[in-house]
């Protein structure tokens, strides 16, 4: 079966399209793991916020995970029409799997861009209790325990003699 070098070029531009494709989905998965993985080790780090603005992480993370899983249907979908000798995974579930991806990355991206600065423009809740943090090799304990450790002076005397002139 010989093809033509209009057949060649249509399958050369085809394959193109699917290693570029498959590149995408791959950056959308490791930007989206990233994004998860970044927000999940430092949202301790950032200022105490009100409630409700950790809704916009919840549906940040929501939608990168949603991400994440659309961009593996459409390499999984892409890797079977390849197997299959079949190009219709563009045309099919495969393009729809594709957009849910990108738009559920946008999305995640855009609500975690909205939590980080609310975040940090917005004032922090002030904590009412007063912590304090005494390190134990403080040189300043040291002499704290002296003084309340040390034996009271003897007392002494007054007014039980009379003076001589």
């Known amino acids: 079966m010989d093809l033509s070098d209009d057949e060649?070029?249509?399958e050369v531009s085809k394959s193109k399209?699917?290693?570029?494709?498959?590149?995408?989905?791959?950056?959308l998965?490791?930007?989206?793991s990233g994004v998860l993985a970044l927000g999940a080790a430092f949202v301790d780090k950032l200022p105490k916020?009100?409630?409700y603005f950790l809704s916009f992480l919840f549906v940040s993370w929501v939608a990168l995970i949603l991400s994440l899983i659309f961009g593996l249907k459409t390499i999984s979908t892409i890797v079977k029409s390849r197997l299959d000798s079949d190009e219709e995974w563009s045309r099919g579930i495969g393009r729809t799997f594709g957009r849910l991806s990108q738009y559920s990355f946008l999305v995640g991206i855009g609500f975690f861009?909205?939590?980080?600065?609310?975040?940090?423009?917005?004032p922090a809740n002030k904590d009412e209790e007063i912590s304090i943090t005494i390190k134990s090799d403080d040189p300043r304990i040291a002499d704290i325990l002296k003084r309340v450790t040390a034996q009271p002076s003897q007392?002494?005397?007054?007014?039980?003699?009379?003076?001589?002139?």
């Open 8 to 10: 060649l070029t249509s």
């Open 17 to 27: 399209a699917d290693e570029a494709a498959l590149e995408l989905m791959k950056q």
């Open 29 to 32: 998965i490791t930007l989206s």
């Open 49 to 51: 916020t009100p409630g």
């Open 113 to 122: 861009a909205t939590f980080a600065f609310l975040s940090l423009a917005l």
């Open 155 to 165: 007392p002494t005397p007054q007014g039980g003699q009379s003076e001589k002139k």
